[in-house]
């Protein structure tokens, strides 16, 4: 079994960053492909940015430039530095990870997921 925990959320202003982690539990984290994802309220789950287990990344075009995803095998963790942030980064922050190369921002290839982590970026 595979478990995800996010932290790093917070609240900051417009143009601030932020870091979030995720510690995945389970002995298959290296061969995951793993990603991160977001919900506003009333919106749906998109993906954020995406890594594969050889560490190739995919970003959504809102990001690209601005967020930065890695992740670290042997820690079992994975990271998102998000900078230049925007009130419209605000979201709730998932962390999603699912055996398979990758990378993908699509919901549907992912089958584990944490509990989120707030982001809220005020002007």
């Known amino acids: 079994q595979v478990q995800l925990v996010e932290s790093g959320g917070g609240e900051v202003q417009s143009g601030e960053s932020l870091r979030l982690s995720c510690v995945v539990s389970?002995?298959?984290?290296?061969?995951?492909?793993m990603a991160w994802f977001r919900q506003a309220p009333g919106q749906e789950r998109e993906g954020v940015a995406g890594i594969a287990d050889d560490g190739t990344t995919t970003y959504a075009e809102a990001v690209k430039g601005r967020f930065t995803v890695g992740r670290d095998n042997a820690e079992n963790t994975l990271a998102l530095l998000m900078n230049n942030l925007k009130p419209e980064d605000t979201a709730m922050y998932f962390c999603a990870a699912e055996l398979g190369a990758g990378p993908s921002l699509s919901r549907d290839d992912f089958g584990w997921w944490g509990q989120g982590t707030q982001v809220t970026v005020s002007s």
């Open positions: 389970g002995d298959t984290v290296s061969s995951a492909c």
